[in-house]
């Protein structure tokens, strides 16, 4: 692969993300970029703040504790990966968004937390929406008592749903699992009585289609960064 930087990626992934917003009569600030900066180094992830970026994610506890002091404070941190609960205090510290909530205890965890630590994250909830046995995130089933509880959390905004498709599937099947993520959103907001406005889905490889489909956040790192190594 010819080396590109991360700043002309950045104005590529951008320039669709409008376009593919724009074919879906959807405004050019309907869908939020997340560079998703796990594994890259703080310079790299500067490179990136410098061409304007400023929402990255991260996967793992120990990168975000790492990166996030060391970049400009205008930074919004996306915690997109799988929370241990002893490590929700940190996160919290950290990230202004949690995309990978999957339980009412972790819930009730990160609210009590947040009381404690004077924050307010904005929570997702992760539904494994293809039923791959490997995926991590809920049924759809068991995504209903979680929104429901986030209205007795005082301390977070449960704010929408989140998705990962398998990593192989067609563009049809893509359409149908993101199409389902926004319908259960739909489901979900009318059964709970609250608005769920975010979907987080699509990565650099379906996120296309996760546009098309209504995804208001794209979790983008190999576009953006180049193929990560051993990963
Ligand atoms: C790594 C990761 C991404 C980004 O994947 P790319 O294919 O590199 O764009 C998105 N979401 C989650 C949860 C991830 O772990």
């Given at each position: 692969?010819?080396?590109v ?5 950045l104005?590529w ?5 409008r ?6 009569n959807r405004g050019?600030?309907?869908?939020r970029?997340?560079?998703v900066?796990?594994?890259?180094s ?11 970026q400023r929402?990255?994610?991260?996967n ?31 996160i919290?510290?950290h990230?202004a ?12 965890r ?6 404690e630590e ?12 293809s ?10 089933g068991?995504a209903r ?8 959390c005082r301390?977070?905004?449960?704010a929408?749903?989140?998705t990962?498709?398998?990593f192989?599937?067609?563009?049809a ?8 993520l926004?319908?259960?959103?739909d489901?979900l ?7 769920l406005?975010?979907?987080s889905?699509?990565m ?8 098309a489909e ?5 979790r ?5 960064f ?6």
């Amino acid at each position: 692969m010819p080396t590109v930087s991360v700043q002309e990626n950045l104005m590529w992934v951008r320039d669709r993300i409008r376009a593919l917003a724009g074919a879906a009569n959807r405004g050019p600030e309907a869908v939020r970029l997340i560079a998703v900066s796990k594994t890259v180094s703080i310079d790299v992830a500067h490179e990136a703040y410098a061409a304007g970026q400023r929402a990255f994610g991260e996967n793992r506890v120990l990168e975000l504790e790492e990166k996030a002091p060391r970049l400009p404070a205008d930074c919004e941190w996306h915690m997109i990966g799988h929370l241990q609960k002893n490590k929700v205090r940190s996160i919290v510290r950290h990230a202004a968004w949690i995309h990978s909530v999957d339980s009412v205890a972790l819930l009730q965890r990160i609210d009590g937390i947040a009381a404690e630590e004077g924050r307010c994250p904005r929570v997702l909830v992760q539904v494994n929406i293809s039923g791959e046995a490997t995926k991590s995130g809920v049924t759809p089933g068991e995504a209903r008592p979680i929104v429901a509880e986030a209205r007795n959390c005082r301390n977070l905004v449960c704010a929408g749903l989140m998705t990962m498709a398998p990593f192989d599937s067609e563009p049809a099947d893509l359409h149908r699992f993101f199409g389902s993520l926004r319908l259960l959103r739909d489901e979900l907001e009318s059964a709970c009585g609250c608005a769920l406005p975010e979907l987080s889905m699509g990565m650099s490889g379906d996120y296309e289609i996760a546009v098309a489909e209504g995804a208001t956040m794209v979790r983008i790192g190999t576009a953006i960064f180049g193929a990560r190594e051993g990963v």
